[in-house]
């Protein structure tokens, strides 16, 4: 196990991305605070889930969108298992629609959710991760394909991606790395949700692997940067996709 003895926060892990992640982390030695915004039942899903293997984890309630939430969060993850090493920013949201009708509501919670709540995450972990850990943020291969209808989703994650370049050189002296995962189309709920087979099916065409994405794929990716064998990359962004871009 290459992460033993670490404490990890994965926001938004209950489902999905997010609880793969969780799992991974776990498998690698990690103590993981499992967050979630609303499902609870899906989050002590996946905490018993890492337990009934050996490890430890924890269902921490906090919507990424409200202030209080990561200062909250980094106060349990120490109350449970002390001092955190690992910052995994995967709570986020899209809704669709042509910038022209996108309504300011919609903009609003994109900014609140994607983009407050990783920067926010990020100031944290700034101010409390212990020397030499990581911040590892979810970003989009939407910032590359900038198809029509994602235009909030992919300025929120465009976003996200600006701030791992510049705080990757603030934090680089205390041997914290900070860098981005941006996935491709990965099968997953968030993903699926109101597309049809015949769109999915012209989706997974375009990826030169023959394949959509599985949420291990992304946590595989998650592990490495958090793992000691990525300490030389810094202030990155790793496009998983299966090479669609």
Known sequence: ?????????????????GAAIARKLAREGCA???NYARDKTAADRV????????GRAVAVQADVADPAAMPALFDAAAAAFGAVDILVNNAGMMRLSPVAEAADAD????????????????????????????IISLSSSVVGFYQPGYG??????????ALTHVLAKELGPRRITVNAIAPGPVET?????????????????????GRLGTPDDIADAVAFLAGPQSGWINGQTIRANGGAV
Do not use: W
């Open 107 to 134: 903009f609003d919670d994109h900014c609140a959710v994607n983009l407050g709540g990783t920067f926010r995450g990020m100031r944290e972990g700034a101010r409390r991760l212990r020397d030499g850990g990581r």
């Open 152 to 161: 909030l989703y992919a300025a929120t994650k465009a976003a996200i991606e």
């Open 1 to 17: 196990m290459t992460l033993e003895n670490k404490t990890a926060i994965v926001t938004g892990a209950g489902k999905g991305i």
């Open 32 to 34: 993981v605070v499992v």
């Open 47 to 54: 905490v018993q889930e890492i337990e009934r293997s050996g």
């Open 189 to 209: 709920e968030f993903f699926m949700r109101g597309k049809s087979e015949e769109l999915v099916a012209g989706i997974t065409r375009m990826i030169p692997l």
